[in-house]
């Protein structure tokens, strides 16, 4: 069945706009009249096609929190009883993302032709994760798919929540630098050009320190410098990112992000508070430990850590403890293979597990948090420190000048 785009109004005239499937514009004008809602306009949903045949209606991942709520009303509708192709078609109707509500008519369609829920939600990869799809596979296997939805809820929105403190604490930061490196920028292309020209007249040799700052405005004002130190990043950038392509690139980048002074620590803790939550998620919603372990090592987004994680799983495929080899790799804390270990002993792995993600997620807040009260004042002082440089440089000459004058 066809999907079309409608804009209207309803009885009290308020306007009405959403995605709804019909066999023709003639059949949807009616179905919304009975709803109560006229229509002013309707044209046919645009869908792209791979070359595959696979119909993509959306090439953008939707809002994170946006699906951490529809999944929580789709987790409701299910649990109150309502069969799955009625549920998909209220989630589609309300929802006000006309992307998200494109994708949930074609997951509706899909299913409505004989696909399980995960199978249909798999041909929407930018919108619905791979963890997710499992976790939804999982659900509809056990017959407890309100349950593993409203756990999905859960693990999207502290996801979501943990990337946007992380995020929210880094802005001030970056805003400083951006706005102090073009105070600088200023100073060299406006200020020092103008001041400097007194000097221009000069016999006398000038100190290096104010050569080095006359040298830095010349390339900065002159178009051909410019664009050679513009051309030589863009290629130093190029040449990084093909050789982070590469395997071991990839590795060693990803081993040198975890060596890092304090921003090692915190890249490592995000990590395992990721690793932590999902495997807790994963094993929560019946999805076997060694399965969960391939779609986990693909949440750290560290090469290093992954490859511990498979060594972890390939353990416990031999019958040995997962624990065993997170606390042999050296790059897992003592208390996550301790609270692991004592998980898998007691049979309570997931719960552990949650416990170590609250913990981590918690040392994360805090760290990120002390390390922004940190970086303010080193960051004014770095910014004073170079006006400072700049108003010495300039001023080094002319007491040169004066002592030369008396």
């Known amino acids: 069945m066809p999907l079309y785009e409608y804009k209207g109004f309803n009885a009290e005239g308020k306007s009405n706009k ?3 499937d019909a066999e023709s514009p003639k059949a949807l004008r009616a179905q919304l009249r009975r709803d109560g809602i006229f229509i002013s306009e309707v044209k046919e949903a645009k869908v792209s096609k791979k070359s595959s045949g696979t119909e993509v209606l959306s090439n953008r991942p939707v ?3 946006l699906l951490a709520v529809v999944t929580r009303q789709f987790a409701v509708l299910i649990r109150s009883g309502i069969p799955l192709v009625p549920s998909l078609t209220a989630l589609a109707e309300q929802v006000e993302d006309e992307r998200l509500a494109r994708v949930l008519a074609d997951v509706k369609g899909r299913v409505n032709e004989g696909a399980s829920l995960a199978e249909a939600m798999g041909a929407h990869p930018k919108v619905y994760s791979n963890i997710y799809i499992n976790m939804v596979r999982a659900g509809e296997n056990s017959g407890a798919l309100d349950v593993v939805l409203e756990r999905l809820a859960d693990f999207t929105e502290g996801q979501a929540e943990l990337k946007s403190k992380v995020f929210g604490a880094l802005i001030y930061p970056v805003v400083m630098v951006v706005a102090g490196s073009l105070v600088m920028i200023g100073l060299f292309v406006f200020v020092v050009p103008r001041i400097t020209k007194i000097f221009a007249s000069a016999e006398a040799q000038l100190p290096l320190l104010t050569r080095v700052l006359i040298g830095i405005s010349e390339v900065l004002r002159s178009p051909i410098l410019m664009f050679g130190v513009i051309a ?11 050789w982070v392509g590469t395997q071991a690139g990839r590795r060693r980048f990803d081993a040198f992000k975890l060596r890092l002074p304090l921003f090692g620590r915190i890249h490592r803790m995000v990590a395992i508070a990721r690793f932590a939550r999902t495997l807790s998620t994963l094993l929560a919603a019946g999805v076997p430990l060694l399965f969960a372990c391939k779609i986990v090592r693909n949440v750290v987004s560290n090469e290093v850590l992954a490859e511990t994680i498979d060594a ?4 416990v495929s031999e019958g040995q403890s997962f624990a065993a080899p997170l606390k042999r790799s050296g790059e897992f804390p003592p208390l996550v293979h301790h609270m692991i270990s004592v998980g898998e002993q007691s049979g309570k792995l997931e719960n552990m597990l949650d416990n170590v993600a609250t913990a981590y997620e918690q040392q994360v807040e805090v760290t990120v948090g002390g390390l922004t009260s940190l970086i303010e004042p080193i960051l004014i002082l770095f910014m004073g420190g170079g006006v400072a440089t700049v108003v010495f440089a300039i001023l080094m000459p002319i007491l040169q000048m004066n002592q030369f004058i008396r």
């Open 312 to 315: 972890a799983a390939l353990a």
């Open 63 to 65: 809002n994170v929190r």
């Open 18 to 20: 959403g995605v709804r």
């Open 232 to 242: 030589l990043l863009v290629v130093a950038a190029i040449l990084f990112r093909n």
